[in-house]
């Protein structure tokens, strides 16, 4: 049999296989997942449903750094939690400006940690965390078990954590302003350096705080978590301290002014909630 037979006697067996007709796939119709049965899950499946975001409180240890310890919530406390904290203090503050802004923006999933995470190696050590952005869909929060809304304290620094991680997504999303890194270029400290400044220093650089030295993307998200806790008329004097602190100030103000959200106006109604809870 010559080499042409054979080669077109193999060419017939794979056209004839690759020809061969494949069984339909069957049809199965989409089943909306079934509502659960009882509180803390409804309220959580609720938001999910309205901002496809999941909240996240059953412990897994994947969702924590090898380096860093925390522990989980109070199972009794994630529904409070859920329907005061974030609901009140996080997504309405947006959506009473612009309604479909944290559909559009939410994170995809906000995990809940009862304590900080707490860093015990690495070059983070003896640093403890009150929360933390992976890009757009990610977003830990921490302290969950401190739930106490008699605590001014604890709740104005939960919704100060929760803005500041949620400037972290925004920035991810949109980028930083344009020219907003060049602002301090050369005057960031880097890691935790940071804590070798005092605030007057930090000031003095263009930061909102120095934790901001930490980097470029902390300087933005501090910026954030400062103007949402702290009056106006206050701001807008800190900002008047130098050239550095003005150009950042109105950076990240007109970043969300853009996007419908006014900073002043989330934190005057911030303060409200505050006052009357």
């Known amino acids: 049999m010559s080499k042409r037979i054979i080669f077109y006697a193999i060419a017939c ?12 796939i069957p049809y199965e119709p989409y089943e909306a ?7 803390t899950d409804l309220a959580i499946y609720d938001i999910f449903t309205e901002y496809q975001s999941k909240i996240i409180y059953r412990w897994d240890r994947r969702y924590i750094t090898a380096d860093a310890f925390a522990s989980p919530p109070n199972e009794s406390i994630v ?9 009140k203090l996080f ?11 944290m559909r559009q923006n939410m994170p995809i999933e906000m995990i809940l940690f009862g304590t900080k995470m707490n860093y015990v190696e690495g070059d983070e050590r003896n640093f403890s965390a009150s929360g933390t952005a992976y890009g757009l869909s990610r977003v830990i929060v921490t302290s969950v078990n401190g739930y106490d809304l008699t605590d001014a304290t604890w ?20 980028g ?11 005057k960031y400290a880097g890691g935790t350096s940071y804590a070798a400044f005092t605030q007057a220093e930090a000031r003095s650089r263009g930061f909102w705080r120095n934790y901001g030295m930490s980097n470029e993307s902390e300087d933005f998200a501090t910026w954030v978590d400062g103007i949402v806790t702290t009056p106006k008329e ?8 130098n050239t550095f602190l003005q150009q950042k100030y109105k950076m990240v103000y007109n970043f969300y002014l853009e996007k419908g959200i006014d900073l002043h106006v989330l934190q005057a109604y911030l303060q409200n909630v505050l006052d009357n809870l």
């Open 13 to 24: 067996c794979l056209l004839a296989t690759s020809c061969k007709k494949e069984d339909a």
């Open 33 to 39: 997942p079934a509502k659960p049965d009882n509180p």
């Open 79 to 87: 529904l409070p939690y859920v329907e005061n904290v974030l609901r």
């Open 91 to 101: 997504i309405a503050p947006y959506d009473r400006q612009k309604s479909e802004f």
């Open 155 to 174: 709740l104005k620094n939960q919704y100060a954590t929760l803005h500041h991680e949620f400037a972290h997504v925004l920035d991810k999303k949109f």
């Open 176 to 186: 930083r302003p344009a020219g907003f890194d060049k602002i301090s270029e050369g």
């Open 234 to 241: 206050s701001v807008l004097l800190i900002a008047d301290e």
